[in-house]
């Protein structure tokens, strides 16, 4: 994927790492089946010794990983990117949390936990609020004269990807327990699983970018070519057609909008 500066199909990373994590899910999926509960804080063991490897490697190389992608490539700082967003041990954290959710609702099969109206509007608020302090919680730090504060990048970098996930760990499992409301219903319409969801800001800017030139471009080359041809053809083949008589003595011109109306052909010598 990345070797010494050269970026070659960096998208290529997440099934770098899907496959990894496939590989190693019996030695997570197993146990928890066998010993169930009792494996539980092994997982939360794994995942708080994963966090805090991040947060030392962020602390100790001094990164600022709230800067835009554009950034670390400017700083060259590939290494670094690498360990703290294409690594396992990044992204093994949300996915362990996510085979948590999925024993939880396997083990409840067709039960609800019956939650009162406040917990689920607690619910509901908490992952409102840390979804907006991921987004927009770096916004100072993404400044361009923006001083690195270390151990803000430190905490920010082991923990806001834990945060997300809970954040959609909730509302599956609120949408799963008919707490969703609205959202479930929108998200259950097939319209919404069909199509695609444009996830970032920049990736929305990029959609219509693109639109727009398709538009652009390909109404230019309907009206150059394709308009005149159409036109042209229509002309060619309009109204009246000349045919020979099969003598040679005479010519019979056959109108065939008259003709189709009345269902005759009329001749003239």
């Avoid at 010794?49 to 670390?72: C, D, P, Q, R």
């Avoid at 302090?133 to 990048?153: M, S, T």
Wanted: overall charge neutral.
């Amino acid at each position: 994927m990345l070797l010494n500066s050269v970026k070659c199909l960096i998208h290529t990373w997440y099934l770098s790492v899907d496959m990894q994590l496939y590989v190693l899910a019996p030695l997570v999926l197993i146990p928890l089946h066998k010993w169930r509960k009792k494996f539980i804080p092994v997982i939360i063991f794994i995942m708080a010794g994963l966090s805090s490897y991040t947060f030392y490697v962020i602390l100790e190389e001094e990164a600022n990983i709230m800067k835009s992608i554009e950034t670390f490539w400017s700083l060259n700082l590939n290494k670094m990117f690498v360990f703290v967003y294409f690594g396992i041990q990044t992204r093994a954290v949300p996915w362990l949390l996510g085979v948590l959710l999925g024993y939880g609702i396997f083990n409840l099969k067709e039960q609800r936990c019956q939650l009162s109206k406040l917990t689920v509007t607690a619910g509901w608020v908490c992952s409102l609020i840390t979804v907006l302090a991921i987004i927009f919680g770096p916004y100072e730090a993404q400044q361009i004269l923006a001083k690195n504060d270390v151990l803000d990048n430190a905490f920010y970098g082991s923990l806001s990807r834990i945060g997300w996930s809970l954040c959609v760990i909730w509302l599956i499992f609120a949408c799963h327990q008919g707490y969703g409301g609205l959202l479930d219903s929108f998200l259950s319409y097939r319209s919404s699983r069909d199509c695609e969801v444009v996830g970032t800001y920049e990736s929305f800017q990029r959609l219509w970018r693109d639109l727009g030139i398709i538009m652009t471009v390909s109404t230019f080359l309907v009206l150059i070519f394709e308009s005149p041809i159409v036109a042209l053809e229509q002309f060619l083949l309009r109204s009246e057609h000349k045919r020979t008589n099969i003598n040679g003595r005479s010519t019979q011109v056959v109108d065939l909008d008259e003709s189709s109306q009345n269902g005759e052909i009329s001749s003239r010598m």
